[in-house]
């Protein structure tokens, strides 16, 4: 049995990245989850947050918007609508993005079918200055 695990993060436009790791660490719908090679196959839901490669200081982060999560014995795939690197996140345009997003959902009534996509950008935006603040320490 291989002791690393395939990850795969794909949005609709494009597969973003292909890396093995011996960890990775997701933002479940009902908290954060570790997959390590050898992990039962399961389905889950996933929420915006940091989904993390490995751990320490040689850890790789990126931002994820939700989506799903296919779990395999050796392979890990993510689906989502979005999701960026650590290194192509700024403060500024986190906080731009949840301006906006705010000022969005501020105009909508809350049965507006687009309540949950700028709620959903709102999100990603706070995961995003999260991570930069928590990498800040």
Known sequence: MSIVVQLEIVTPEALLLT????????????GYFGVMAG???FVTLLKPGTLTLGEGDDA??????????????????ILTERAL???????????????????KLAALQPEDSLVAFWQL???F??????MLNTLKV
């Open 19 to 30: 890396e093995e790791t011996m960890l990775v660490t997701a933002p479940g719908a009902e």
């Open 39 to 41: 992990h039962a196959p």
């Open 60 to 77: 790789k982060r990126h931002v994820i918007a939700g989506g799903y999560a296919e779990i395999l014995p050796e392979k890990v795939t």
């Open 85 to 103: 690197s650590r290194e192509q996140i700024t403060m500024q345009q986190a906080k731009s993005e949840q301006l906006e997003a705010e000022g």
């Open 121 to 123: 950008r709102l999100d």
């Open 125 to 130: 935006a706070l995961a995003c200055q999260e």
